[in-house]
């Protein structure tokens, strides 16, 4: 398998949210998400916070060596989260901020194509600061594409025409599930890429077949929120 650019994939991931949400009108950026509470617009004002910390971090370096990398990272934010519901509040109070949802669709279409060429110019080799730990580049830009080809398919259930997340993006956000299993466990062979992103996150349930071929395994579900 030819090896993934992190910086190609993030643009890939942000380029498919644009996609999603570029022509939707006010009336579209107010349908539901996967999201629980969280309408299109809401949704995409936290992906436009995601790549304002991307611009913030890729220009503060930090010294390593990392105590995190891609797969790590994501242990810190369980399915659980006591901050979630508080912080979805909050996006809802700040998105209704805005004059119209289609302003903060302007706002992520300058923001995401900066955080892009920040993530392509910044040093592959480097160390970054964010949410508490230290994390090569490399690393840091899986997080992002992880969370943006995620909220992707969260964006799309009331929006049956959009385009879906691209190959490379998904990739990206499939090995993390990967790599936050069991090193033991083999995962149900008819869930396609999207299937597992959503199973993993519990936005589908599992079946009673997922979980006779999950094992124990099944217990770890879902393995971030």
């Excluded at 570029?22 to 617009?41: E, S």
């Excluded at 369980?78 to 519901?85: F, L, V």
């Excluded at 069991?182 to 597992?196: C, G, K, L, M, Q």
Aim: aromatic share 6%.
């Amino acid at each position: 398998m030819t090896a993934i650019r992190p910086a190609e994939a993030l643009a890939q991931a942000y380029d498919g949210i644009t996609a999603v949400v570029g022509d939707l009108d006010d009336a579209a950026l107010q349908r539901p998400t996967r999201c629980r509470g969280w309408l299109v617009a809401d949704l995409l004002l936290h992906l436009l916070g995601d790549a304002q910390r991307a611009l913030v971090t890729l220009a503060s370096p930090a010294a390593g060596p990392a105590d995190t990398d891609d797969v790590s990272y994501w242990r810190d934010f369980p399915a659980d989260n006591a901050d979630a519901a508080q912080h979805a509040w909050w996006v809802r109070r700040s998105a209704a901020a805005f004059d119209s949802p289609t302003g903060i669709v302007r706002l992520w279409e300058e923001t995401a194509p900066a955080a892009v060429r920040a993530a392509a110019t910044t040093n592959p080799d480097g160390y970054v600061r964010t949410q508490g730990h230290v994390l090569r580049v490399p690393d840091f830009l899986a997080t992002l594409t992880t969370e943006a080809v995620v909220h992707h398919l969260d964006l799309t259930p009331d929006l049956p025409d959009a385009p879906p997340p691209g190959p490379l993006a998904v990739r990206v956000a499939v090995a993390t599930m990967d790599g936050l299993l069991s090193d033991d466990t083999v995962r149900p062979t008819a869930w396609d890429d999207h299937e597992i992103l959503l199973k993993a996150t519990g936005r589908l349930p599992l079946s009673e077949r997922d979980r006779l071929e999950l094992g124990e395994s099944a217990g770890w579900f879902p393995l971030l929120g």
